[in-house]
């Protein structure tokens, strides 16, 4: 089982939709989560962190539930330029590494 | 001003060469990371080093062999390449190595094609 699984996608969805990716991570040593958001043929770009209380980022929304060992990455209104892969990563302390999803990808049709 | 940067962008090679892999980082980061992101996307840590010392060696064969000359450089050198191979090598840098304040900046990427 990997440790940390996303939704596979693509989701397609039209400007202005809100949508909701989900990812479990199965390491409980896992301290840090975050998500990253990698374009086509380009490197991942820290998209945000994600705290334990949740948090926004303008139409971003983050959410960690650690008893269901959860994360979710809501995007509303969205526009054409959020069509990426967003990766779901979780920081494993005591590694030091971080474990990246195998990504969702979206795509916001006009 | 490129934050991360490595060379080459593009690499295509024969089975059996040995290649290298360079890259620099001029953010001040203490800490550097090689990634390889295979064909079906999934990005998997190689290595990470801390201030030129070895933090993470993953389960990578040791025909891979990473060197930090300094803290601004992490070069990646690959002896007797092989088929599978094949695949984007991602290098990133960090300040930190945990918490939320682990920001990894990466690299543009180098395609390797081992043919």
């Known amino acids: 089982r990997k440790e940390v699984e996303q939704d596979p996608g693509p989701f397609n969805v039209p400007e202005g939709a809100t949508v909701a990716f989900n990812c479990t991570y199965s390491n409980s040593a896992s301290q840090s989560f975050f998500w990253y958001r990698q374009d086509c043929r380009k490197e991942p770009k820290l998209l945000m962190s994600v705290y334990s209380s949740g948090n926004e980022d303008g139409r971003f929304t983050a959410q960690l539930n650690r008893a269901s060992q959860y994360i979710s990455l809501l995007i509303r209104d969205s526009k054409l330029s959020d069509s990426a892969t967003y990766l779901c990563?979780?920081?494993?302390?005591?590694?030091?590494?971080?474990?990246f999803g195998s990504g969702t990808r979206l795509q916001v049709q006009p | 001003d490129t934050a991360v940067s490595q060379t080459p962008k593009y690499l295509v090679t024969q089975m059996g060469n040995d290649k290298s892999i360079k890259c620099e980082q001029n953010l001040g980061h203490d800490t550097m990371y090689w990634y390889k992101q295979d064909s079906k996307k999934f990005l998997k840590i190689m290595f990470s080093y801390n201030n030129k010392e070895l933090i993470i060696n993953e389960t990578v064969p040791n025909r891979f062999s990473p060197k930090s000359p300094d803290k601004a450089h992490l070069n990646l050198h690959i002896n007797s390449l092989e088929l599978g191979d094949s695949a984007v090598y991602f290098c990133a840098s960090s300040q930190v190595l945990t918490g939320l304040e682990n920001e990894q900046f990466f690299g543009p990427g180098t395609r390797l094609t081992v043919l």
């Open positions: 990563v979780g920081l494993d302390t005591g590694r030091r590494a971080l474990t």
